[in-house]
């Protein structure tokens, strides 16, 4: 199977962003927990503009972001390994059972508690950490398995986003709701019309982000939305969605999502921290993450084939696709972004331990992936 240059460059930019990613958290837990704790982590709550800087980063950065995914989703689908129903039934049967079986586990130790909102975390696949950890293993990694992690986690991201706009608002406000979708509907105009410069789309997102924002509908959806408007054409070089999309590789990958990390990752882990790993929540969350989703993952794609709706790649076993469902239990960003969300109301402690229980989850569910990956791939 060969891969097209797009998706080989996204592959690359998450590859490194993804050790990027794990240098960073090692040395904002280090500054959180150093003599300089109070002024590093109040820095990250300065207020600018009535808003601190780690909200700008969350809904303000963080929908570039997922601007990038919505446009791999939207070139999967039309040119990718999505734009058939045989093909894209596996990736789009394993996301959907990641989502729903881990989302179950946190149930059943949260049903009816206070924390049962967190229901979402351990839903979530972080792109860059994943991918950076199969990267490790090199050439012996075929390519099937590179395109169905990602088309795996690109759906799951864009689960992730439908889930925080259906259960994570609170209130909506109709009008600016409805300005940010009559401003959608005006690119889309743009786009029938064969309007190709970028900046029209740029300025319109920019519009919609700050409807989006006053709507209570989480801002960061702008992104996904605008990246259908954006003309993709032919899906050549020189086509709109194309260019966008190659420029934002190296800015997500090397700026944003390492800086949403080491304004997140900040913890200061006190003396006892580990009796917050007891806790029904922290529970859901790593059994959630290391558990159900490399069965939640492997069961539903099994079904899927089995059903006859998708095929398992020619080259690929059903081990090495448990392999890819391990790596799939590394939540990391997505999942402490959803935390921020579920959890606003609930206090900074339940927020410190959610967080100290992704990390945990996702150390181990990397290790045991690349372990296995290792094992089960050929050299």
Not at 29 to 42: D, E, F, K, V
Not at 175 to 185: H, R, T
């Amino acid at each position: 199977m060969t891969a097209s240059r797009l998706f080989r460059d996204f592959f690359e930019s998450e590859k490194a962003g993804g050790l990027l990613l794990l240098l960073v958290t090692l040395l904002s837990l280090a500054l959180a927990n150093s003599p300089i704790q109070a002024s590093y982590i109040g820095f990250w709550e300065t207020e600018i503009g009535h808003h601190s800087i780690t909200h700008w980063i969350n809904d303000g950065l963080m929908t570039i972001f997922f601007l990038l995914i919505g446009l791999e989703l939207e070139r999967e689908l039309y040119g990718g390994e999505l734009s058939t129903i045989k093909n894209a039934a596996l990736p789009i049967f394993g996301a959907l059972g990641g989502m729903l079986i881990p989302a179950g586990v946190f149930l059943a130790f949260n049903w009816g508690t206070q924390t049962q909102n967190g229901a979402g975390i351990p839903m979530a696949t972080d792109i860059a950490f994943a991918i950076g950890i199969l990267s490790l293993l090199g050439n012996r990694v075929p390519t099937s398995l590179k395109v169905f992690l990602t088309a795996l986690a690109v759906i799951d991201d864009l689960g992730a986003i439908i889930v925080i706009a259906i259960f994570y608002t609170e209130t909506i406000s109709f009008m600016y709701l409805g300005g940010a979708f009559a401003i959608m509907g005006i690119l889309f105009i743009l786009n029938r019309k064969n309007v190709h410069h970028l900046v029209p789309y740029l300025m319109g997102g920019g519009l919609m982000w700050y409807c989006m924002l006053h709507s209570g509908v989480h801002a960061t959806i702008t992104g996904v939305l605008l990246a259908f408007v954006i003309p993709y054409g032919d899906g050549g070089k020189n086509t709109s969605s194309y260019r966008l999309q190659h420029f934002l590789h190296k800015p997500v990958a090397f700026f944003i999502l390492p800086l949403f990390a080491i304004a997140n990752t900040g913890i200061a882990i006190n003396s006892n921290w580990q009796e917050g790993l007891a806790h029904a929540n922290s529970i859901g969350i790593m059994v959630g993450l290391i558990v159900g989703k490399p069965i939640g993952i492997t069961l539903f794609a099994f079904l899927c084939v089995k059903l006859g709706i998708g095929s398992l790649p020619k080259e690929l076993q059903w081990k090495q696709i448990l392999g890819a469902g391990m790596l799939g239990g590394i939540g990391f960003t997505m999942s402490i972004f959803i935390t921020l969300l579920a959890f606003k109301n609930d206090g900074e402690a339940v927020i410190t331990y959610s967080k100290i229980a992704i990390l945990i989850a996702s150390f181990v569910s990397g290790t045991l992936g690349f372990l296995w990956l290792k094992v089960s791939l050929k050299k």
